[in-house]
């Protein structure tokens, strides 16, 4: 038996990334995780009060949507687009987010 809970108690920590960081009960202000249906302390549907706004039409979406639900936007490719690399001239400092063989503003050869 005290086996047991200790195993379904170690498969419980392991949760998703979402429910790492604490937000607040926009409600009652109480602390709360991603993962919990519902706040502890005054019940309201917490996946309902956290919304991610599109940029492109204001559509209020779940918080681990990847598309906009009107289509219009995609949140993954904005991920992606903040990942992309950028380079910089070691010379001006210029940044660049493609890899140019000179850089446009100094002059400076690369390869
Ligand atoms: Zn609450
Ligand atoms: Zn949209
Ligand atoms: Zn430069």
Redesign the pocket.
């Known amino acids: 038996m005290g086996l047991l809970d200790a195993i379904t108690q170690g498969l419980s920590k392991k949760k998703s990334t979402l429910a790492d960081k604490d937000y607040k009960c926009p409600s009652c202000g109480a602390k709360v995780t991603l993962d919990m249906e519902r706040c502890p302390s005054c019940g309201v549907r917490i996946k309902s009060m956290f919304r991610k706004k599109c940029p492109k039409c204001g559509e209020l979406n779940e918080l681990d949507a990847k598309k906009c639900v009107k289509g219009d936007y995609d949140f993954e490719a904005e991920i992606a687009r903040a990942k992309k690399q950028v380079w910089r001239?070691p010379?001006?400092g210029?940044e660049m987010d493609t890899l140019y063989t000179k850089?446009p503003?100094?002059g400076?050869r690369f390869m």
Do not use: P
């Open positions: 001239c010379i001006c210029y850089c503003v100094c400076t």
